[in-house]
Nanobody, 125 residues
Framework: QVQLVESGGGLVQAGDSLRLSCAAS????????VGWFRQTPGKEREFVAV??????YYGDSVKGRFTISRDNAKNTVYLQMNSLKPEDTAVYYC????????????????????WGQGTQVTVSS
């Protein structure tokens, strides 16, 4: 089993930055793909970013503003969010999977085996 714990969410103003952390414990491996998704009430989880064996990918709405990174020594994945917009307001979840698949596999929430509890990010205008 793998446990994921997100932190770093909060209330910020448009244009500000936040860094989310996803700390992993349990049977983790640096080969796992770790992704970030976000969700607002009444909507499906939206792909934000992923770091996998095939590379790093971002959703179109965050490209150029968000950066995913990984510290294997700390078993932690980060999501640096810059130039935040009110439409970035959501609960952000990190997720992990040991599957070694093509890049498109990691863009879907259903592909992930482990999920954190989520952290709220609110961006005021």
């Amino acid at each position: 089993q793998v446990q994921l714990v997100e932190s770093g969410g909060g209330l910020v103003q448009a244009g500000d930055s936040l860094r989310l952390s996803c700390a992993a414990s349990g049977r983790t491996s640096s080969s796992y793909a770790v992704g970030w998704f976000r969700q607002t009430p009444g909507k499906e989880r939206e792909f934000v970013a992923v770091m996998s064996w095939t590379g790093t990918y971002y959703g179109d709405s965050v490209k150029g503003r968000f950066t995913i990174s990984r510290d294997n020594a700390k078993n932690t994945v980060y999501l640096q969010m810059n130039s935040l917009k009110p439409e970035d307001t959501a609960v952000y979840y990190c997720a992990a999977t040991p599957a070694l698949r093509g890049s498109s596999y990691y863009l879907r929430a259903i592909s992930y085996d482990y999920w954190g509890q989520g952290t709220q990010v609110t961006v005021s205008s």
